[in-house]
């Protein structure tokens, strides 16, 4: 058996215990997991091993499942592309990613266009990745034919989107493909049905007269009641169908929370994620015509974080996700300074652990916490919690080492996703990714890229 052994001071398996000295004894073959200790090895007791990494005081934890990624190819490489983006990942410590069925052209929304991203993807993933299918107004009949490919879940839009190719749906449409989720679930077939949560009910306000390159003509235009307006009728719907999983991506409004935890407490079966940007800032902070900023639903104010952090803390928030929605440069209108026009996306795949990070230490949060909120729920969300998400015996060998009390400042030069647009450029975190590993297989090491041969695989 081709042997990888590391060990530290600190290894945390899972969110049920605190970090703790341990070794891992990996198969390099397999890419498995075969042994977990409680103490640390001397390199001598494993002599015969092929690799032996002596990881001190840094953390070695479960690489992150980031369950909310945009990449956009084919069709849109130039916005972000598979090799960028799973390089981007690797230099973050995620090891396992899974793409949403837009902004590619064409969008995830048939088996064949399923096919065509997955040659688009072959062979150039440093990650593994797996893929959501979308919901929109004229794929109803693809919906099973895409879980039978398998697709890790479905997205849907209840705004319009920003790309023709992936228009929005209305409430009849939502329960028409429920009703197909409920009978794959009688089947024994599990999937989750997910919700770009705003609807426009008549109440979003102009932005007359208002400054496109003030912040808070564009909060104006984006208020918190359009995400209430659709998390409202999301939880009807899901009632009706109680089988089926209902999941809110990006939360950003904190008026939804009441509702969310009534729901919870009745036994709706309902998830709910946020994202670093809503954790990590807040409008007041945004300077003038600062289009990096910009994403729908967008950075609301730091009482707003606040509570969003309290419901995290709570359990009624989820998980974090990256939402890592790059564009090329020309289209954040950022020489404009133009909230209005720009694309909303932000860019930020690579500094999960460090964004998050910074904020949950200055909050009381622990490590545990942080491999709860990308890890561990994330891996259990997408079916992935027997091989993703914790170090134990027969799961993927998966791991980020790194270094939670060491800083680094973001510069353009350390960024690998494509176009090198970001809010966080220039903010000085804590959180350093020292390695990465992808099933047994180091990706990363000390700022560099260790392999020139992709790894990654494909999950279906």
């Not at 590619?104 to 072959?122: F, Q």
């Not at 479905?154 to 190719?165: H, L």
């Not at 980020?400 to 494509?418: H, L, R, S």
């Not at 903010?427 to 099933?439: A, C, M, N």
């Amino acid at each position: 058996m081709s042997r990888l052994v590391i060990t530290s001071n600190r290894v945390l398996r899972s969110p049920a215990a605190p970090a703790a000295p341990g070794t891992i004894i990996v198969d390099k073959t397999s890419g498995t997991i075969v042994q977990v200790l409680d103490t640390v090895q001397s390199r001598q007791d494993f002599s015969e091993a092929d690799e032996v990494v002596e990881a001190g005081d840094n953390v070695v934890m479960p690489g992150v499942v980031d369950a909310h990624v945009h990449i956009n190819e084919p069709g849109r490489t130039d916005w972000e592309g598979f090799t960028t983006a799973t390089k981007a990942a690797a230099a973050g410590g995620v090891t396992t990613l899974i793409d949403m069925p837009l902004n590619s052209i064409p969008p995830t929304t048939t088996v064949s266009n399923l096919h065509e991203k997955l040659n688009a993807a072959r062979e150039k993933i440093s990650v593994d990745v797996g893929f959501y299918g979308g919901v929109i107004p004229s794929n109803l009949n693809d919906l099973i034919p895409l879980v039978k490919e398998g697709v890790k879940g479905f997205k849907c839009f209840m705004i319009e989107s920003g790309v023709d190719e992936f228009p929005c749906v209305n409430k009849q449409q939502i329960e028409d493909a429920m009703k197909k989720f409920q009978e794959l679930q009688r089947e024994g077939k599990d999937t989750v049905f997910m919700f770009h949560a705003e609807m426009d009910c008549g109440d979003v306000p102009k932005p007359d007269g208002m400054d496109p390159k003030a912040y808070n003509t564009f909060l104006h235009q984006r208020p918190q009641v359009l995400e209430t307006n659709a998390i409202r009728t999301i939880i009807e719907v899901a009632k009706e169908h109680p089988e089926v999983r209902c999941h809110i991506v990006h939360l950003s409004a904190s008026d939804a929370l009441p509702m969310i935890r009534q729901a919870k407490a009745e036994g709706v079966q309902l998830t709910v994620e946020t994202c670093p940007h809503y954790l990590s800032l807040n409008s007041e902070i945004v300077p003038e015509g600062a289009t990096e900023y910009k994403c729908c639903p967008p950075i609301r104010e730091d009482e707003n974080r606040d509570k969003l952090w309290e419901a995290l803390k709570e359990g009624t928030i989820d998980y974090v996700v990256s939402d890592h929605s790059p564009c090329v440069v020309e289209l954040k209108l950022m020489d404009e300074g133009d909230f209005l026009g720009a694309w909303g996306g932000i860019g930020g795949l690579q500094f999960g652990i460090p964004v998050v990070w910074t904020e949950a230490r200055r909050r009381g949060c622990t490590i545990q916490d942080l491999t709860k909120w990308q890890s561990f729920n994330t891996a259990r969300q997408v079916g992935l919690g027997d091989t993703k998400g914790s170090i134990k015996e027969g799961a993927d060998a998966d791991f980020v080492i790194w270094n939670p009390d060491e800083t680094f400042v973001v510069t353009e030069d350390i960024i690998e996703f494509k176009n090198k647009v970001t809010p966080y450029m220039g903010r000085t975190l804590h959180g350093v990714v020292k390695e990465t590993f992808v099933r047994g297989k180091k990706v990363w090491s000390q700022g560099n890229f260790t392999t020139e041969t992709p790894v990654g695989k494909l999950l279906l």
